[in-house]
């Protein structure tokens, strides 16, 4: 009898830890959850998935999927607001790769990120010329002005 006891006691407690997901309307996870489910409508299963808040008080979910590490970012309801994730020159559209050859002949980039929202897709590219680093912004179009 007392094993009996024992072995359900444990079952119960088991399945008080693990089988606990949050809630919708747990306040104090509802936002986490709602960008969850988002996250999961959007990409499907992902790895190495963590999450945390940006300094514009939203939430950001850092992940890989094939190997390609993503940052997506949520409002505290679990709204969309944009994905970023690094891509090679070659990835870049050719409208947006020919005018940055031209511009920027002979110089390499250091860095190129890949922003998409519900109403805008960029590119920010960082060029090093003479130890001064600066960013800019590129239209899938074509278009190139200094962000920063």
Same mark, same amino acid.
């Given at each position: 009898? !007392?094993?009996?006891? &024992?072995?359900?006691?444990?079952?119960?407690?088991?399945? &008080?830890?693990?089988?606990?997901?949050?809630?919708?309307?747990?306040?104090?996870?509802?936002?986490?959850?709602?960008?969850?489910?988002?996250?999961?409508?959007?990409?499907?299963? %992902? $790895?190495?998935?963590?999450?945390?808040?940006?300094?514009?008080?939203?939430?950001?979910?850092?992940?890989?999927?094939?190997?390609?590490?993503?940052? *997506?970012?949520?409002?505290?309801?679990? +709204?969309?607001?944009?994905?970023?994730?690094?891509?090679?020159?070659?990835?870049?559209?050719?409208?947006?790769? !020919?005018?940055?050859?031209?511009?920027?002949? +002979?110089?390499?980039?250091?860095?190129?990120?890949?922003?998409?929202?519900?109403? *805008?897709?960029?590119?920010? %590219?960082? %060029? %090093? $010329?003479?130890?001064?680093?600066?960013?800019?912004?590129?239209?899938?179009? +074509?278009?190139?002005?200094?962000?920063?």
């Amino acid at each position: 009898m !007392k094993k009996l006891l &024992l072995t359900m006691s444990l079952a119960v407690v088991t399945l &008080l830890v693990f089988a606990n997901p949050p809630k919708k309307n747990n306040k104090k996870q509802s936002f986490s959850y709602a960008a969850a489910q988002e996250l999961s409508k959007m990409y499907g299963e %992902v $790895e190495n998935l963590r999450w945390s808040e940006s300094k514009e008080n939203l939430i950001r979910a850092d992940f890989q999927i094939d190997g390609q590490n993503f940052s *997506t970012f949520f409002d505290r309801a679990g +709204g969309f607001v944009a994905t970023t994730h690094e891509v090679s020159f070659e990835q870049l559209p050719a409208m947006a790769r !020919k005018p940055l050859k031209v511009k920027f002949q +002979g110089i390499e980039f250091s860095k190129m990120v890949h922003y998409q929202s519900n109403d *805008t897709e960029s590119y920010f %590219v960082e %060029v %090093v $010329e003479e130890g001064v680093t600066s960013i800019y912004k590129v239209t899938s179009e +074509g278009s190139i002005s200094l962000f920063k």
